[in-house]
């Protein structure tokens, strides 16, 4: 069996696996901003910024400390998430009391400076990070030829997001969570610092897209812009799965990203809109999304 | 204001005040949204930039006379505000504004990948034409003057609908949708309507700027001129009459001025977002009428 519907099954298999690698970067990205959403009711623009930021610290990293892609994963997602936490501090804390779409807009503006700063500085064009030697190289399976690496994004990204809905939806700490979410002023009644807990939430959706940002460096290049129109996939990804929901995000993540790069086989024209086609669709039946509920 | 728009072609480069007019144009229609109805559209670009495509595309494949092709692509515009604005009022706040964003998307990679549009290039050297066989558009003083024309309907319009017992409905549904729901207003048809009509003006706004320009290009259906276009509101003044005007100004002549510092731009536009966001929520405008205690 060498093709499937007339389509050559290496190409098939090649783009169900793009697809997955693609699927993997927006369940990473959708899931930082579903967390975001849910305890700060900010669509954080700035998200695909701070993952570009994410991919240029492990860079970083690699150029001036000589620290590689291992440590990157570790290190790059504490620094951003840092720098999330300052940011969340200095700036974001004095919009909640306004009307929520301030919080768009910051982050918006938040976004614009982040990456002229960096164009600035590295141009447009990407600047190549090599791929960990551990996992260099690749196995073939039959019927495809499949990439360490790739494999690797695959299971790791899968892994932390479970691994992040476990904690929100099955921990005590993620229970406050979601309490805090219902009703701020009775958790903070009962003694639990409401306020930490946002900032600190803020920074570990950041560290989320900066996380996605090292794994993919080493598959794209490190670029200014590469968050800027990835983003806005993501967000149709986000409100597909209906904003807020954990579980939404990852699965229309992946799902997105496999119907992504099926539609490159079979209709390549469409591959750039049918999340948003997709999107519209959903919508007209259920505006919250597929998972979401109405705030 | 007039007064001023009348004279000042005559002391300031007309191209850049017709740059600023129909930014101006677009920044009222917008304005209206978000200032009288309370709606974020994060995907405006997609009215002022296929409006833009159609009409440099009627004007220079078939030819047609500017204030046809200029119409054509402001229908075209309120036919897309119909569509987008059916899917989108079905939701409120942060969703409304991602839904707009990820429509207008759609339409940036339509415009991207269909062939009338010429991709990357775009449609280049539009002719102007003659405005009803009559007025040579090829002079730039009566091409300013056409375009003065245009803002300034656009403008009264709006100001007309602000004004009107529609535009007290609106206000009414921003303030408190459910309670002018149940004094027997049907809200959705209330924000539809708004939706189209600003939609449609930014079409005016963006059919006008190919005309002028000779030129339709992707710029102007990327999503960073949604971005702008609510930078300019946003700086001028949310809800303000004339908000959008100063600020479309204001962020024109930035753009003027920068552009030789390259990304630099981006970055002053986003220290301005920022700035705005944090202790200037009222914008130029809006903190005038307050010292002035009244509205403009």
């Known amino acids: ?295 | 204001m007039v007064a001023f728009f009348v004279v000042a072609p005559f002391f300031i480069y007309p191209l850049f005040l017709m740059k600023a007019l129909c930014f101006a144009l677009f920044a009222c229609a917008f304005n209206l949204l978000i200032g009288y109805v309370g709606l974020l559209s994060f995907g405006h670009a997609a009215f002022l930039g296929s409006a833009g495509y159609i009409s440099a595309h009627t004007a220079k494949v078939w030819g047609w006379p500017p204030e046809l092709a200029i119409l054509a692509g402001t229908v075209v515009a309120g036919a897309l505000g119909v569509l987008i604005g059916a899917l989108a009022i079905r939701s409120r706040g942060i969703y409304f504004a991602n839904i707009t964003l990820a429509l207008a998307q759609m339409i940036y990679f339509f415009c991207l990948q269909a062939p009338f549009t010429h991709g990357e290039d775009g449609i280049q050297s539009v002719p102007r034409g003659m405005l009803f066989g009559l007025l040579d558009l090829r002079n730039t003083m009566t091409m300013y003057f056409v375009v003065l024309a245009v803002f300034l309907a656009g403008f009264l319009l709006i100001y007309r609908t602000i004004h009107s017992p529609f535009g007290q409905v609106l206000k009414a549904i921003r303030e408190h949708e459910p309670r002018a729901v149940s004094l027997g207003y049907t809200a959705e048809q209330y924000k539809l309507l708004a939706f189209v009509l600003s939609a449609t003006l930014s079409g005016l706004a963006g059919g006008t700027k190919a005309i002028v320009f000779q030129l339709a290009s992707l710029t102007d259906v990327h999503w960073t001129m949604s971005g702008e276009v609510v930078l300019m509101t946003l700086l001028g003044g949310l809800g303000t009459v004339f908000g959008p005007v100063v600020g479309a100004f204001i962020v024109v002549s930035l753009e003027n001025y920068l552009s030789q510092l390259g990304a630099w731009v981006t970055v002053v536009q986003g220290v301005i977002f920022v700035l705005c966001v944090l202790t200037f929520r009222r914008g130029v405008v809006g903190e005038l009428a307050r010292l002035l205690k009244k509205p403009l």
């Open chain 1, 1 to 295: 069996m060498s093709s499937i519907f007339g389509v050559p099954t290496q190409a098939l298999f090649g783009q169900l696996l793009i697809g997955l690698i693609n699927g993997s970067f927006y369940a990473l990205l959708s899931l930082g901003l579903s967390v975001i959403f849910g305890l700060l009711n900010i669509i954080n623009f700035a998200h695909g910024a701070l993952y570009m930021m994410g991919a240029f610290v492990a860079y970083f990293l690699l150029q001036w400390a000589g620290l590689g892609y291992w440590w990157a994963l570790l290190v790059s997602p504490i620094v951003v998430g840092l720098l999330g936490v300052v940011l969340e501090r200095t700036m974001l804390k004095r919009l909640y009391h306004l009307d929520h779409l301030y919080g768009l807009l910051l982050t918006f503006g938040l976004a614009l400076i982040i990456q002229g700063l960096f164009r600035n500085e590295f141009g447009s064009s990407g600047l190549p990070y090599a791929m960990p030697v551990q996992l260099a190289g690749g196995r073939s399976l039959g019927f495809m030829f499949l990439p360490n690496y790739r494999a690797w994004v695959i299971v790791f990204s899968l892994g932390t997001c479970l691994a992040t809905w476990y904690v929100i939806e099955r921990t005590k700490l993620g229970s406050y969570l979601r309490a805090a979410t219902e009703n701020p002023a009775l958790v903070q009644a009962f003694g639990i610092n409401v306020p930490r807990m946002i900032t600190l939430t803020y920074g570990f959706g950041v560290a989320l897209a900066a996380l996605a940002g090292v794994l993919a460096a080493p598959i794209y290049q490190v670029n200014p812009l590469m968050g800027a129109d990835l983003i806005i996939v993501v967000f149709a990804v986000v409100v597909i799965g209906g904003l807020g929901s954990i579980m939404g995000s990852i699965l229309t993540g992946f799902a997105l990203g496999i119907v992504e790069g099926l539609t490159k086989v079979f209709y390549p024209e469409a591959s750039n809109t049918v999340i948003f086609v997709i999107m519209a669709l959903v919508l007209l039946v259920k505006p919250t999304g597929l998972f979401g509920r109405e705030k």
